[in-house]
């Protein structure tokens, strides 16, 4: 498959400046920021600096150096967040991952007890 980058996407305008954003963590190649619209005490968005559309995208074509820094930003996110007892990460993808903005971002959940993992709907 080919990935196709939308560069006027709201996170790809977070990344370069143009919109502000409430940043929990930060490193050469993630940014961590808090979901604007958080559906659980804790929810951020983990993405990536690099133009990836989608976690199928960033697995394929991140290099080696981009994929641990961003796991190492999601290490950082889940001690800071202090979500010891729980979290859930979710990466919606394309459509019928009901993915609403097209560059890769890892939720991560928590700070409660959570739902059902697909909710009817
Ligand atoms: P999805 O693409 O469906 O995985 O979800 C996109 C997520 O981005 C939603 O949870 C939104 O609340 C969140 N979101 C959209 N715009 C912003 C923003 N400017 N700052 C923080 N979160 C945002």
């Given at each position: 498959?080919?990935?196709d980058?939308?560069p006027?996407n709201?996170?790809?305008?977070?990344?370069?400046?143009?919109?502000?954003?409430?940043t929990?963590?930060?490193n050469?190649?993630?940014?961590?920021?808090?979901?604007?619209?958080p559906?659980?005490?804790?929810?951020?968005?983990?993405?990536p600096?690099?133009p990836?559309m989608?976690?199928d995208?960033?697995?394929?074509?991140?290099?080696?150096e981009?994929?641990?820094?961003?796991?190492?930003?999601?290490?950082?996110?889940c001690?800071i967040?202090?979500?010891?007892?729980?979290?859930?990460?979710?990466?919606?993808?394309?459509?019928?991952?009901?993915?609403?903005v097209?560059?890769?971002?890892l939720?991560?959940?928590?700070?409660?007890q959570?739902?059902?993992?697909l909710?009817?709907g």
């Open positions: 498959m080919t990935f980058y939308d006027t709201i996170f790809a305008r977070i990344l370069r400046g143009e919109i502000p954003n409430r929990v963590f930060e050469d190649h993630a940014l961590a920021f808090e979901d604007i619209n559906q659980a005490p804790v929810h951020v968005l983990v993405i600096k690099g990836y989608s976690l995208h960033f697995a394929a074509e991140a290099s080696a981009e994929q641990a820094g961003f796991m190492a930003a999601v290490a950082e996110v001690r967040t202090n979500v010891g007892e729980g979290f859930r990460a979710i990466a919606n993808t394309r459509t019928h991952g009901r993915q609403e097209p560059h890769y971002h939720h991560i959940l928590g700070g409660a959570l739902g059902a993992m909710p009817p």
